[in-house]
């Protein structure tokens, strides 16, 4: 089992929509959660971080679900700009960064 | 401007041909990392450095060496290059282990 796991996709919506991406860690330890986004192979860039409270930032909302072991990422209102391959980013807390292979998304008009 | 930069951002070279991929930052951050990420497989940790002169392996070390003589520099080193280790590489910092990392544009290895 992959130590953080997510769905590929893609995933296809019109503008406007809401869509939810999930993403499961296997280290219990883990301490750091966070969203990355990468626009088609450039560098990885901070969405945001992922609270334990969970933490909304305009239109995105990220929350940490311990007992479980996944963090999840909302986006409302899709844009034409949030196509994108949105990363999710595991720090095991063992100094290691981990991230998982990424989930595609395109918003059509 | 808060950067990491990478040098170079496109290498095509051949088999066993030592090369070397620099990296600087220049926010002082502590923690510096590499990866490469590969269709598929998504981001994978090469070596990571906590501070000058302590570095440790990631999930995919082999083939690959770095130094951390000073804060702001981490080459990465590939002293026999292999055309398995063609690739994209991005190197990033932060300012502590558990901090978002900050990435550099990314430098394009093709070994053949």
Same mark, same amino acid.
């Given at each position: 089992?992959?130590?953080? =796991?997510?769905?590929?996709?893609?995933?296809?919506?019109?503008?406007?929509?809401?869509?939810?991406?999930?993403?499961?860690?296997?280290?219990?330890?883990?301490?750091?959660?966070?969203?990355?986004?990468?626009?088609?192979?450039?560098?990885?860039?901070?969405?945001?971080?992922?609270?334990?409270?969970?933490? =909304?930032?305009?239109?995105?909302?990220?929350?940490?679900?311990?007992?479980?072991?996944?963090?999840?990422?909302?986006?409302?209102?899709?844009?034409?700009?949030?196509?994108?391959?949105?990363?999710?980013?595991?720090?095991?807390?063992?100094?290691?960064?981990?991230?998982?292979?990424?989930?595609?998304?395109?918003?059509?008009? | 401007?808060?950067?990491?930069?990478?040098?170079?951002?496109?290498?095509?070279?051949?088999?066993?041909?030592?090369?070397?991929?620099?990296?600087?930052?220049?926010?002082? &951050?502590?923690?510096?990392?590499?990866?490469?990420?590969?269709?598929?497989?998504?981001?994978?940790?090469?070596?990571?450095?906590?501070?000058?002169?302590?570095?440790?392996?990631?999930?995919?070390?082999?083939?690959?060496?770095?130094?951390?003589?000073?804060?702001?520099?981490?080459?990465?080193?590939?002293?026999?290059?292999?055309?398995?280790?063609?690739?994209?590489?991005?190197?990033?910092?932060?300012?502590?282990?558990?901090?978002?990392? &900050?990435?550099?544009?990314?430098?394009?290895?093709?070994?053949?």
């Amino acid at each position: 089992r992959k130590e953080v =796991e997510q769905d590929p996709g893609p995933f296809n919506v019109p503008e406007g929509a809401t869509v939810a991406f999930n993403c499961t860690y296997s280290n219990s330890a883990s301490q750091s959660f966070f969203w990355y986004r990468q626009d088609c192979r450039k560098e990885p860039k901070l969405l945001m971080s992922v609270y334990s409270s969970g933490n =909304e930032d305009g239109r995105f909302t990220a929350q940490l679900n311990r007992a479980s072991q996944y963090i999840s990422l909302l986006i409302r209102d899709s844009k034409l700009s949030d196509s994108a391959t949105y990363l999710c980013v595991v720090f095991t807390g063992g100094f290691k960064t981990i991230f998982g292979a990424g989930t595609r998304l395109f918003v059509k008009a | 401007e808060a950067q990491v930069t990478q040098n170079p951002r496109y290498l095509i070279t051949v088999t066993g041909k030592k090369l070397t991929v620099t990296c600087s930052q220049n926010m002082n &951050h502590e923690y510096m990392s590499w990866y490469r990420q590969d269709p598929g497989l998504g981001l994978r940790q090469i070596y990571y450095s906590m501070n000058v002169e302590v570095t440790d392996k990631g999930d995919v070390p082999e083939g690959y060496k770095v130094s951390r003589k000073e804060k702001r520099n981490f080459p990465l080193i590939l002293e026999s290059p292999s055309p398995n280790q063609t690739s994209l590489y991005f190197c990033a910092s932060s300012p502590n282990l558990d901090q978002p990392q &900050h990435f550099g544009d990314g430098t394009r290895l093709s070994i053949l």
